[in-house]
């Protein structure tokens, strides 16, 4: 589909079902699975190390899952996964996490808070420079993260005011190279914020004050510059020879000369244009690649790596506010009727892995298991004869999903097990995401296929779940289901003022459990990333970040493209 | 000049093989005019394309055909393109049909020279010109650069028959050349023929279902039925003493001048024999007012009688004794006589 | 070279040994499709009657993907267990169902209103067939497009019923065909106004729509019906189209479109499902084509009139 | 010249009454457009931008908007978000027109350049094996789906022979060989059907003028058949297939929408497609007034063709 209009949270694809930690071990050996090896994963694999030094110059074709329609106004744009990874190539954030999943300094040179972490003071790089050859400086950085908030005249953002918003009391400049934000509540985990998943990079002025093309005159400090973007065809950067790192050797990064991103929506063809070299490098989250990418890095013919770690989940989302998912018991028979299993088996060929709760693993608050229901058909035949019992109704709600092959498939097997248990499910596909969005907006869903909450510090959720209001329907715009629970408003509270690692850790664990027991959203499976290429192009996760740290291996926010390099 | 012995053509079609020509035999000699003489679909228009050799690719012949001595129609179509054209040539039946629509007439005129006498376009285009006055055309140089329907039929007609006279055949086949024409021009049409054929010393057959037109120009005349010649005979000696009650009957039906063309012909009842299975015996037999039983069981051979030149396939010829007695008995008892098919 | 007639004159009419000769000859292949045809036909009407697996809720705990010729599943089952011989022939129903009703549609209006301009000719014929040529500059696609979304539109809790969004589809490629119906129903209604017998029922004070449909019309249906068997030809063939872009009828319900579409991001995955409707659409439009094709001939119709 | 003008007249109002039916049928689409747009914005945002995309108004206003800018040449933009400028239409459709014209223009020229000789010998053989073997691949491949073949070509000449690209478009001035290659296997795509549908017009047209006196008139006068196939017979029988082709360019140019998807080409269609999606209102009137301009200059051109080919129409 040519028309994907992504928002920047999620890609709304319903892989609710699809997935099985167990299945694999109870072996699938279902035709189309070659090689009972390909077993689901946690963490990252397939990294190859190689003792070859980087080549300088070249250029490569990069295969993304979609076009992002209107372009990289990063306060306004609305970027998903491939236009994040676009992003990522022509800006820099202040921050960015590593391997560990801790948050360290990039284009700042440090970030300190103060001792209620209500003020936080970032200190800068010097002599970076934009693509357009101004320098980076405090007054910048201030007015970047003024828009962010919504406090900057000149840009209107949507999503992050809800983020930023009610929290930024101030930016202010303290030096050239100084800018202190004052905080009007305790904000811990305020520096995450400052990666926000790949798309809270710093715009060069001439961009952040351009009302009327900012989304087209991209200028960032990131290691390639914009050339060209033809919508629905190609966004081509180049190597920006100014760029402020340099390699181990001194070599100067990134080592490509050119990078052209090319979106192919079609999963199976964006893999056939790398096997015939028509690409060099792409990214995919579909089972069907992952594993033949498995067989095919195997045999030497690409190379590939995969990782779950610190990804989104997949789920159904529930609409709290209405029948029959305000009843508790509509929510547990369909989780219990969810043979995910088999769902893990039949449509993502085994390979999966079920999730526990909204957090990926290398996430605080992940869980192996969090006491999320186990398929158990009695079980879920005996709550809806309950549910019929307390409300006189049968257990019947309308699945809304993206019409793709995938989609339609996951829905198709929703429907077919609900049946078993005695639910009745009406399927209703939609032609683009940007209905299915705005549907999730007004809250006008039963049941939608969602996928939501890439990883990083669990802190970042905070903007889907958390209401206002004290009772009645949630009052937050972006909590799709429009839940209001108490527990779950404390236990994000709390995450969010306490600094301590250990106790926050503990908070989400509860947090996570807390969803196992209310099913608010019904959790499919982590998504997995693989970042496939031609056997000649190697520096995929980069190279180590400005502090030293391995770079993050989590592959849900896109990855760095300073490392990447191609044999010639 | 031509000599054809025994000619037969037919057609494989989807019901079995139709027989359109079935033995026919003449001689035509240079600066003689040949008319063939019939109804609709009684073969004359395929005999004069079996003798051109424009037969279909589904059609057969066996039979010899010479011309100027030479066994012609042999299995080389290249063979016979250099015949047409410049040995013998075509007038059609219905010139706004014959003439291709979409190209000039001088083009059409000039492309059989260019093609058969590889002479220059500009003595091409005289050519055309001076075969275009010769043929009746005032302005000719203007008609060289127009299409066909933009002229009237008659002068439609004349272009043809200059197409046809381009290369200067020996032969002219002319296909009821003036059927499609208005009654106007018809006779003009016709004298311009008669006059070329004269002029150029050609040998002619005129195809016709109208005796009238054969009349006083053919110098012999062939009548057919059914695919086989019944009657043959020196234009005046047919018309003084036919012999062939079909003969007979075509010219009462002398179409009236005011008639539609291919009016079928009323004074003949009964519709031509299928030739796919023909009657068994004279193939005139169902429809003939002279028919006895004999008819019906044995075809009578085609043979000279009377005066020399003058053949004819009949068992009671009309003007003979038995004729007048088999007409006598039958319009007695009409119904037995009629047993046929 | 050319082929002429089997009679040896340009005889004015045929005999009636001839034109029944023409109808007679049809050709093995027009049976073949005939006889394909009218299997889609029984199996398209029959559907619900013959003893076959449930299309939609498939055997999820069997073995799912199995390929052809496996026991109970002679042309194997998809990814939830769904039998595809069931599938394929309710998809038949549905696909049959949506080209009948939509050529049905376009015949209908098109038609009407091609006959009414060819035959009335003048100033009405001409604006009539201004506003054909103005639909035929309308992009098709766009036209399906919305007219799909306009009428079926994206309700959160009410789904359009099968029957309704079939109805829909049928509705929005009916209308792109009616454009083209009615400039070649135009055009030969215009030819057959013009001929002697019209001008005699004219003569003879007969009402105009009395003529148009007791004169021009039974001529000009084999151009019509030659037309609508290539317009069903096409129609099937949008019907797939339409289902890639998630426009033809919905998820579960099955047709040709659908299980082909179901497969397209993995041509390899489980083939069987995706090639068994396309052997079905294969087959169906060269018949419909090959039909229309004998129509034509044995009718002579004017092709010169698209 | 006033034939001429009752041209453009004619061009002027299709092209105004299409993109009105247009401008209705999208006004009927389903959605709040604004939420399309700007699924995060505030109350006053929506009203702002509503009122930027003059859907306040009615849709009779909004059209006069939009003709009023597009006849004095303004395109206008797409629509990006909150303030922020979409891309030019006229620069979208200067990108993917000439790509859509260039592909269907070798469609239509390798079509006719294959089709012709089959139609043209399959009509001169008639009831030969050639004929009856062309005619039987005629029907199979026109039933061809194409997605099926686009898939097909893909996998064995774009991954297994590498002889093509499987996917993207290389414009003519970034390199003729690479241009060519980019378009192959489109190109093959939409060609097969093509293919099978003009020669068969062409060969039916081309029998029926085969019977006509004048081509046995022609054969009568010594003509080598064939000149007699190509300069007596040939023109009278292409009107059809004029016609059609005509009318195919259209559907091609809008409709090649599975094709460019396949093989990842930026054509009008899938221009039209996303702009359905995205509620891109001022695009779909352009869009759709850009291809109604082009049929109709299309049809023109056939039309100024059936005279050339046809001396008989030149002087109705």
Redesign the interface.
């Known amino acids: 589909m040519t028309n994907r209009y992504r928002v920047r949270f999620a890609k709304g694809v319903a892989a609710v079902l699809a997935a099985g930690l167990l299945a694999a071990a109870c072996g699938s050996d279902k035709p189309g699975t070659p090689d009972s090896t390909n077993k689901p994963t946690s963490g990252t694999v397939g990294e190859k190390p190689t003792d070859k030094k980087p080549q300088p110059g070249g250029e490569i074709s990069y295969g993304l899952e979609a076009d992002t329609a209107g372009g990289y106004c990063l306060p306004e744009a609305q970027l998903a996964i491939a236009g994040i990874q676009v992003a990522r190539a022509v800006y820099d954030t202040l921050m960015i996490p590593n391997a560990d999943g801790e948050i360290t300094p990039n284009l700042a040179k440090s970030m300190t808070a103060n001792a209620d972490n209500t003020e936080w003071t970032i200190e800068l790089r010097e002599g970076i420079v934009f693509h357009d050859g101004t320098k980076l400086d405090a007054e910048i950085v201030r007015d970047n993260l003024l828009a962010y908030a919504g406090l900057y005249a000149a840009r209107s953002p949507l999503l992050f005011k809800f983020v930023f918003g009610e929290y930024t009391k101030g930016v202010e400049t303290t030096g050239p190279l100084t800018v202190k934000v004052t905080l009007n509540k305790a904000w811990p985990a305020y520096p995450w914020f400052l990666y926000g998943s790949g798309r809270i990079g710093i715009l060069g002025r001439a961009q952040l004050d351009d009302a009327a093309t900012c989304n087209k005159n991209a200028i960032g400090t990131g290691p390639f510059a914009l050339k060209e973007a033809v919508p629905n065809q190609r966004v081509v950067v180049e190597k920006n020879a100014s760029y402020w790192q340099k390699d181990a050797d001194g070599v100067q990064l990134p080592y490509l000369d050119k990078i052209t991103f090319v979106p192919q929506e079609i999963e199976a063809d964006r893999l056939t244009a790398l096997k015939a070299d028509d690409l060099q490098i792409m990214h995919t989250s579909s089972s069907n690649n992952i594993d033949d990418l498995r067989t095919l890095s195997k045999d030497g013919t690409l190379a590939s790596i995969e990782s779950n770690k610190f990804g989104e989940v997949s789920y159904l989302l529930l609409n709290g506010t209405k029948p029959p998912f305000d009843n508790i018991k509509a929510r547990q028979a369909v989780a219990y009727a969810q043979d995910r299993q088999l769902g893990n088996e039949r449509l993502s060929r085994g390979i999966a892995a079920l999730a526990q709760g909204p957090y990926a693993p290398g996430t605080p608050g992940f869980l192996e298991d969090a006491g999320y229901p186990e398929y158990d058909l009695a079980k879920a035949k005996s709550l809806v004869a309950e549910y019929k019992a307390e409300t006189g109704n049968d257990i019947e709600f309308t699945y809304t999903f993206s019409s793709d092959p995938e989609g339609v498939r996951t829905a198709e097997f929703l429907q077919t097990l609900m049946k078993e248990a005695g639910i009745t499910v009406n399927l209703n596909p939609v032609g683009d995401q940007s209905t299915l969005i705005n549907l999730a907006i007004g809250r006008g869903q039963q049941a939608i296929g969602w996928r939501n909450h890439p990883g990083g510090d669990p802190d970042t959720n905070y903007v889907w779940w958390h209401c206002d209001a004290k009772e009645g329907p949630c009052d937050n715009l972006v909590n799709f289901g429009g839940w209001n629970d108490p527990e779950i408003n404390a236990l994000l509270e709390q995450g969010r003022a306490s600094a301590d690692q250990a106790e926050r850790k503990t908070i989400y664990e509860n947090l996570n459990r807390e969803f196992a027991k209310k099913l608010w959203n019904l959790w499919s499976n982590y998504t997995n990333w693989s970042i496939a290429s031609s056997p000649k192009v190697h520096g995929i996760l980069g190279p180590p970040l400005p502090d030293g740290s391995k770079p993050s291996d989590g592959l849900a926010t896109g990855h760095s493209l300073l490392g990447l390099w191609i044999e010639q | 000049m031509l000599e054809v012995k025994d000619v037969r053509t037919s057609f494989k079609t989807d019901r079995g093989l139709v027989k359109a020509v079935d033995g026919v035999s003449f001689t035509l000699e240079r600066g003689e005019t040949l008319g063939v003489v019939g109804e609709s679909g009684c073969g004359k228009s395929v005999l004069s394309k079996t003798i051109m050799g424009l037969l279909p690719s589904n059609a057969s012949r066996s039979g010899s055909i010479k011309f100027e001595g030479q066994e012609i129609g042999g299995p080389s179509i290249k063979h016979m393109r250099d015949f047409w054209g410049t040995q013998m040539s075509m007038v059609f039946q219905d010139p706004m049909t014959a003439l291709n629509p979409v190209m000039k007439v001088g083009k059409q005129i000039t492309e059989s020279l260019r093609h058969h006498l590889d002479v220059s376009r500009e003595f091409a285009n005289e050519t055309a010109l001076q075969l275009l006055s010769s043929v009746g055309i005032p302005e000719p140089e203007r008609r060289l650069k127009q299409y066909a329907f933009e002229m009237s039929g008659g002068m439609r007609q004349r272009v043809m028959i200059a197409i046809a006279l381009a290369c200067g055949p020996k032969m002219l086949f002319a296909d009821e050349p003036t059927t499609a024409l208005d009654v106007t021009v018809q006779a003009q049409i016709l004298d311009l023929l008669e006059a070329q054929q004269a002029e150029r010393f050609m040998a002619m057959i005129l195809v016709t279902h109208d005796l009238g037109v054969v009349a006083g120009r053919a110098d012999n005349i062939m009548v057919m039925y059914a695919g086989q010649s019944i009657e043959m005979a020196p234009t005046r000696t047919l018309f003084s003493q036919m012999r062939h009650p079909y003969t007979e009957a075509l010219l009462k039906s002398i179409p009236k001048l005011n008639q539609a063309s291919h009016t079928r012909l009323d004074a003949i009842g009964g519709r031509p024999p299928d030739l796919v299975n023909p009657p068994v015996g004279c193939r005139f037999a169902p429809r003939c007012p002279y028919a006895q039983a004999k008819c019906h069981q044995e075809a009578p051979p085609l043979m000279v009688h009377d005066t020399p030149g003058h053949e004819y396939a009949c068992w009671f010829p009309v003007g003979t004794p038995q004729g007048a007695e088999a007409l006598a008995k039958n319009q007695g008892s009409i119904g037995t006589a009629v047993g046929g098919q | 070279?050319?082929?002429?007639?089997?009679?040896?004159?340009?005889?004015?009419e045929p005999t009636q040994?001839e034109e029944e000769?023409t109808k007679?000859?049809l050709g093995i292949?027009a049976w073949l499709a005939i006889g394909w045809l009218g299997c889609m036909v029984f199996l398209a009407v029959s559907a619900s009657f013959l003893p076959l697996d449930d299309p939609?809720?498939?055997s999820?705990?069997e073995?799912?993907?199995?390929?052809y010729f496996t026991e109970g599943h002679i042309f194997g089952n998809d990814?939830?267990?769904r039998d595809t011989l069931a599938r394929v022939v309710v998809g038949t129903s549905t696909s049959l169902s949506i080209a009948a009703l939509s050529i049905g549609f376009g015949t209908l209006i098109g038609g009407f209103v091609g006959l009414v301009a060819g035959y009335v000719g003048g100033r009405i014929g001409t604006a009539l067939s201004a506003m054909f040529?103005?639909l035929?500059?309308?992009?098709?696609?766009?036209?399906a497009?919305?007219?799909v979304?306009?009428l079926s539109?994206?309700?959160?809790?009410?789904?359009p019923s099968r029957i309704k969004r079939m109805l829909v589809v049928a509705l929005a490629v009916g209308l792109v065909s009616i454009p083209i119906l009615a400039r070649i129903t135009r055009a030969n209604a215009l030819s057959w106004s013009q001929r002697e017998f019209v001008m005699a029922a004219k003569s003879q004070g007969a009402k105009p729509f009395r003529i148009m449909l007791r004169e021009v019309l039974p001529n000009v249906v084999p151009a019509m019906l030659s037309v609508a068997l290539l317009g069903l030809?096409s129609v099937i063939?949008v019907e797939?189209?339409l289902a890639?872009?998630?426009?033809s009828i919905?998820?579960?319900d099955p047709s040709w479109g659908n299980m082909?579409?179901?497969?397209?991001?993995?041509?390899?995955?489980?083939p069987h499902v995706w090639i068994v409707p396309?052997v079905f659409?294969?087959?169906?439009?060269?018949s419909l084509?090959?039909l229309g094709?004998v129509v034509?001939?044995k009718f002579a119709v004017r092709?010169?009139a698209? | 010249m006033t034939w001429l003008l009752r041209r453009v007249a004619q061009l002027v109002v299709v092209v105004l009454v299409v993109t009105f039916f247009a401008a209705i049928l999208t006004s009927l689409l389903p959605g709040d457009p604004v939420k399309t747009i700007a699924p995060f914005a505030t109350p006053q945002d929506r009203a702002r931008i509503s009122e930027e995309l003059g859907l306040d108004k009615n849709v009779i206003s909004r059209y006069v908007d939009w003709a009023g800018n597009f006849f004095t040449g303004d395109m206008g933009t797409t629509y990006a978000g909150a303030g922020l400028q979409g891309d030019s239409i006229s620069a979208r459709v200067r990108e993917s027109l000439p790509t859509s014209l260039t592909i269907v223009f070798y469609v239509q020229f390798l079509t006719l350049l294959i089709a012709l000789p089959l139609g043209v010998f399959s009509a001169y053989r008639q009831g030969s094996l050639f004929d009856r073997g062309g005619n039987g691949m005629a029907f199979a491949l026109v039933a061809l789906p194409t997605f099926v073949l686009a898939a097909l070509l893909k996998f064995w000449l774009g991954l297994k022979l590498d002889w093509f690209p499987t996917q993207g478009y290389t414009k003519i001035g970034d390199g003729i060989g690479n241009h060519f290659k980019s378009v192959a296997m489109p190109v093959m795509t939409l060609m097969v059907g093509q293919i099978a549908i003009y020669s068969r017009l062409l060969r039916s047209d081309m029998i029926s003028t085969l019977q006509e006196d004048y081509i046995l008139m022609a054969k009568a006068k010594g003509i080598p058949s064939r000149r007699i196939l190509w300069r007596h017979a040939l023109r009278p029988s292409s009107l059809t297939l004029l016609t059609v082709a005509g009318l195919n360019i259209g559907a091609l140019v809008s409709g090649a929408l599975i094709v460019e998807r396949i093989f990842k080409i930026d054509g009008i269609g899938g221009l039209i497609y996303t702009a359905v999606g995205q509620r891109q209102y001022i695009a779909i009137q352009s869009y759709v007034a850009v291809i109604a301009i082009l049929y109709v200059v299309i049809n023109f051109l056939v039309d100024m063709l059936y005279s050339v080919l046809d001396p008989r129409i030149r002087n109705v």
């Open positions: 070279m050319s082929e002429v007639a089997p009679m040896t004159e340009a005889s004015p040994e000769a007679r000859g292949a939609i809720n498939g999820i705990r073995t799912p993907g199995v390929s990814l939830l267990g040529d103005i035929l500059a309308f992009p098709p696609l766009l036209l497009l919305t007219l979304s306009v539109p994206v309700t959160e809790t009410d789904p030809a063939i797939g189209g890639l872009f998630g426009l919905n998820p579960p082909v579409a179901s497969q397209v991001d993995d041509l390899g995955e489980t396309s659409i294969f087959l169906s439009v060269m084509n090959l094709d034509r001939d092709e010169a698209i």
